[in-house]
C-alpha cells in the first residue's frame, strides 16, 4: 500500500521519516512525502489505490499544526487513517484524544509503521500493534514497546530522495546518523525519558558499524557529492575506539568537509586533530550556561567552566570553527545571568553563540518540574521565539525573549552590552527577530557551514522565508 507523509518543514532533511520511508519500500509498501497543507495532501489522498494512510511526525512545536490539518483531513477525506509519530505522542500519548488523531506511535517507528501498513493492506485489525495506541469507538488500545532495534545496521539507510523536489540533500547538506540514544541524563532533553520509557534492559546507546555509516555515504556520494556532513548524533564520537576505526575509515575514503556535536567532557587534543585530519570543519558544543549551579541542578550538566573554556581552546587550536550551544530565559536564574554566559561564549571563542530559550518538552525533567510548579505557559507556544514557561512578571518574560535574539550579538560585540542591557527591558519581540536571523544567517554562511556558491544561494532563499514567517507569525 501507498504511505502519505505530511512535512511541515519540507525543507530540512528528516531521518525520522526518511528512514520510515526507506523501511515501507524494504517491506513491498511505497510512500509519498507532501508538504502538510491540506490541498497537497488531498491531492496525494485522492490517487491513492486501497486504505489511505495519512503519517505525520511532530515534534511539540509542530503539533498544533499537525492536529489542525489532521482535523481538516478526517472532515474532508473520512475514511482517512491518521497516525502520529514522532517525540511529542512518544511523551505525550494523551494527544490521542484530540480530534482527528486515530492512532500514535511511541518510541522507534520502523517496525510498528510497517506492521500497520501490513495490516491495512490486508484488511486485518490494527488495533493491537506494539508501539501503537488505537482510538476506536470504545476506548483506546494502549500496546506495549517492541523492543529497540538492537543492530541498527539491520535498518534500511534512510530513503533520500523522498522529498518533493527530488534532491537529495538539503543546501548540499547531507544529514547522517551514526548511533541513536544517549546515556546522559540532561534534564530539558528527551533521551533520559526515552530509557525511563524502554525500561531497564534496553540499551541507552546504539552504535551502527563503521562499514555501513561509510558505505551509506558513499552510496548517497555517487549520486550527489555532498558540500558538507552533518553528523547528528546525540552523542558523537561516544566510545573511543570506535571513533578512531570510523575517522581513519572517513579521512581514507571520503575526506568530505563535516560538522558534529561533541559534549565538552569529550574533547581530547587527539581527538580534535583526528577530527581535523578526517575532514571536520566545525564542532558544535553545548556551553548552556555561564551560571554553574544552573547547569548542575536544573540542566544536569556537570561540566564547570573551566573544562568548557579549555575544551573551547582545544577545539580551536586545532582549526576548527566552533558554535556555542546556549539556553537562556531560564526562569529563576539570577539576574544577569544571560551576559555572563555571554562573557563565558568570548572567553571560548566561539565563532557563533546560538541562543535557545529553555523549554519543557514532555518526558523531562524540566517538564515534570514546571508541571508541579505551575510554571507551563498556556496554551504551550508553537514557535520558539516565545518561552513556553509562565513568568509572574512579564518584564522577565520579555528580557528572556530578547535575550534569546540578542546573544549572538552581544558575544561577538562586547561593546554593545550597555545597549543590550537596556533592550532587554523593550518590548522589541518582532523588530528583534530579523536581527537575529540576520546574524544567524550570516555566521551560518560565512563561519559554519562552507556550503559553497550554491548552498549560500539556497541558503539566502531559506533566510528569506524565515524572515518573511518571522514578520508574519506570533
Ligand atoms: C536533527 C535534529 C534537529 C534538526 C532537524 C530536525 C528534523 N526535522 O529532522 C534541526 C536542527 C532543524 C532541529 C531543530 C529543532 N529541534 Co531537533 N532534533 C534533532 C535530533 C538531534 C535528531 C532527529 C533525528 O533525525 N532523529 C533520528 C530519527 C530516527 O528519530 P525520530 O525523528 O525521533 O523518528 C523515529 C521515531 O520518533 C518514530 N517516528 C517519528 N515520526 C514518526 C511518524 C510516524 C507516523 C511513526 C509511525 C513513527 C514516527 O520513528 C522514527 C524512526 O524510529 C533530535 C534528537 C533525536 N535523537 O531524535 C532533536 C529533537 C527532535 N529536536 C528537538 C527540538 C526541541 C528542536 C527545536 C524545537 C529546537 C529549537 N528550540 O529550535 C527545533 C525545531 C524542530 C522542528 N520544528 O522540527 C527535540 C524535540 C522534543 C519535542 N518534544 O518536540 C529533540 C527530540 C531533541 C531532544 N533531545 O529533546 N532538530
Ligand atoms: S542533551 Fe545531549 S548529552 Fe544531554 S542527554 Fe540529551 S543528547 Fe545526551
Known amino acids: 500500500m501507498e504511505v502519505t507523509f505530511a512535512v511541515r518543514h519540507i525543507g530540512v532533511e ?109 484488511g486485518a485489525a490494527v488495533t493491537s500493534v506494539p508501539n501503537l495506541w488505537v482510538k476506536d469507538d470504545l476506548r483506546v488500545h494502549e500496546n506495549p514497546l517492541r523492543p529497540l532495534v538492537e543492530d541498527l545496521d539491520r535498518l534500511p539507510w534512510p530513503d533520500r530522495e523522498c522529498f518533493p523536489s527530488g534532491e537529495t540533500f538539503t543546501r548540499g547538506k547531507m544529514h547522517v546518523m551514526t548511533s541513536r540514544g544517549c546515556p546522559h541524563a540532561c534534564a530539558y532533553c528527551v533521551n533520559p525519558a526515552l530509557r525511563a520509557l524502554y525500561g531497564e534492559g534496553a540499551p541507552s546507546l546504539r552504535q551502527r558499524g563503521v562499514d555501513d555509516v561509510i558505505e551509506e555515504i558513499k552510496a548517497a556520494e555517487r549520486r550527489r557529492r555532498p558540500a558538507l556532513v552533518m553528523f547528528e548524533d546525540d552523542l558523537f564520537a561516544a566510545s573511543a575506539a570506535w571513533t578512531a576505526r570510523f ?78 550551544l546556549n539556553i537562556v530565559g531560564i526562569p529563576g536564574a539570577p539576574p544577569d545571568t544571560d551576559l555572563a554566559t555571554a562573557r563565558l561564549n568570548r572567553a571560548c571563542g566561539v565563532d557563533y553563540a546560538a541562543a535557545k530559550l529553555l523549554a519543557p518538552y514532555p518526558g523531562t525533567e524540566v517538564y515534570r518540574r514546571a508541571r508541579e510548579a505551575g510554571e507551563l505557559a498556556e496554551p504551550f507556544p508553537t514557535s520558539g521565539w516565545r518561552s513556553s514557561f509562565h513568568f509572574a512578571d512579564p518584564r ?28 532587554l527591558r523593550v518590548p522589541l519581540d518582532r523588530p528583534l527577530r530579523p536581527v537575529f536571523l540576520l546574524w544567524e544567517g550570516y555566521t551560518a554562511a560565512t563561519r559554519l557551514y562552507p556550503l559553497g556558491p550554491e548552498g549560500v544561494l539556497s541558503g539566502a532563499r531559506k533566510y528569506a522565508g524565515l524572515l518573511r514567517a518571522a514578520l508574519g507569525r506570533s
Open 247 to 324: 575517522l581513519e575509515r572517513y579521512r581514507a575514503e571520503l575526506g568530505l568537509p563535516f560538522f558534529c556535536y561533541l559534549r565538552p567532557e569529550q574533547v581530547t587534543p587527539s581527538l580534535a586533530a583526528d577530527l581535523r585530519s578526517a575532514g571536520c570543519v566545525t564542532v558544535s558544543m553545548g556551553l548552556e550556561t555561564a551560571d554553574e549551579d544552573l547547569r548542575r541542578a536544573l540542566l544536569g550538566r556537570t561540566a564547570e567552566n573551566r573544562q568548557i573554556v579549555q575544551a573551547a581552546g582545544v577545539v580551536k587550536a586545532a582549526g576548527l570553527a566552533l558554535e556555542g
Open 14 to 122: 528528516h531521518l525520522g521519516i526518511m528512514t520510515l520511508v526507506a523501511a515501507l519500500k524494504r517491506a513491498g509498501h511505497s510512500a509519498r512525502v507532501v508538504p502538510a497543507k491540506i490541498r497537497a495532501v488531498e491531492r496525494c489522498l485522492e490517487g491513492v489505490q486501497g486504505p489511505r494512510l495519512l503519517a505525520l511526525s511532530a515534534p511539540t512545536l509542530d503539533l498544533e499544526h499537525y492536529l489542525a490539518l489532521a482535523r481538516r483531513v478526517c472532515t474532508r477525506r473520512p475514511g482517512t487513517r491518521i497516525i502520529l509519530g514522532g517525540p511529542h505522542p512518544t511523551f505525550a500519548p494523551e494527544v490521542i484524544r484530540e480530534d482527528g488523531v486515530e492512532m500514535i506511535c511511541r518510541g522507534e517507528g520502523e517496525g510498528a509503521l510497517v506492521e500497520l501498513a501490513d495490516r491495512l493492506q490486508a
Open 396 to 423: 522577565q518574560r520579555r528580557a528572556a525573549e530578547n535575550m534569546r535574539k540578542l546573544l549572538g550579538l552581544a558575544v561577538e560585540f562586547p561593546r554593545l552590552s550597555p545597549l543590550i542591557r537596556l533592550l
